[in-house]
């Protein structure tokens, strides 16, 4: 093993002694349904999208993804689900516009794309209390473009309604996670490169990742059932 793994490996396991996730009531987290956040995708010029959004004003909705074609540049990011609401584009907000306003913004943007997007929060806890005890595995995966082949939803929040792990609710085909055959929809990203994410807001778990190369140690929890 390289000094470096070994190094990445030793703060790893310094993070997994501080990485304790503290749940919110039930109560709380049943009542907040709705998060926001910022992704980004990056696409060679000339290169499609592949991203289909419904609603606009003149649509009596807002605009959000209807359709993330496969292998495409919005899919492979895996930072976007379908449902999702655009509430801004590159900083453009998207209230009052209507439906190919909104389309004319998208298709202006060169190879960067930002979106402030509002999601649906994952469920949490994900299962009743003393049902799971949690258990928690490092793992490697190799970066695929500007992704690891699952998407992230939750993180901390100012609002403890919202407050969340940073939970893993999609793991894409073929992708980086799927091939390496660990990581389940439910378990939660504990720590990145050795690095305690464990209260953090999803923005700064995206731009962790965003700044990992080549080959990247994860520290995941996950839930065994009580017999």
């Given at each position: ?5 070994t ?10 002694t501080?990485?304790?996730?503290t ?5 709380l ?14 696409k ?5 999208l592949?991203?289909t ?5 003149d ?6 993804v ?9 899919q492979k ?6 449902g ?5 584009i ?8 209507k ?26 806890p994900?299962?009743a209390?003393?049902t ?7 793992i490697?995966l ?8 699952f ?18 609710t ?9 091939k ?21 807001t ?6 962790l ?7 990247t ?7 065994v059932?009580?017999?």
């Amino acid at each position: 093993m390289s000094n470096a793994s070994t190094s990445l490996s030793r703060d790893l396991k310094r993070a997994m002694t501080m990485c304790k996730w503290t749940a919110p009531s039930p109560l709380l987290s049943t009542r907040a349904s709705r998060g926001r956040t910022t992704v980004e995708l990056i696409k060679k010029e000339g290169t499609p999208l592949g991203l289909t959004i419904s609603g606009g004003i003149d649509k009596d909705s807002k605009p959000k993804v209807a359709q993330l074609k496969p292998g495409s540049v919005a899919q492979k990011s895996d930072v976007l689900e379908i449902g999702d609401v655009l509430l801004a584009i590159n900083g453009i907000k998207t209230a009052g516009l209507k439906h190919e306003q909104v389309i004319d913004l998208i298709k202006q943007v060169g190879d960067q794309l930002t979106l402030d997007i509002e999601y649906d929060l994952p469920k949490w806890p994900i299962h009743a209390i003393n049902t799971v005890h949690t258990k928690t595995i490092q793992i490697q995966l190799e970066k695929e473009g500007q992704s690891y082949g699952f998407i992230l939803r939750g993180g901390g929040s100012d609002d403890k309604a919202k407050a969340r792990p940073l939970i893993i609710t999609k793991i894409r085909p073929q992708g980086p996670a799927d091939k390496e055959g660990t990581i389940k929809i439910g378990d939660r990203v504990l720590a990145i490169n050795g690095i305690n994410v464990g209260g953090a807001t999803l923005q700064d778990a995206y731009n962790l990742m965003r700044q990992c190369r080549g080959t990247t140690l994860f520290l995941i929890e996950y839930d065994v059932a009580i017999v």
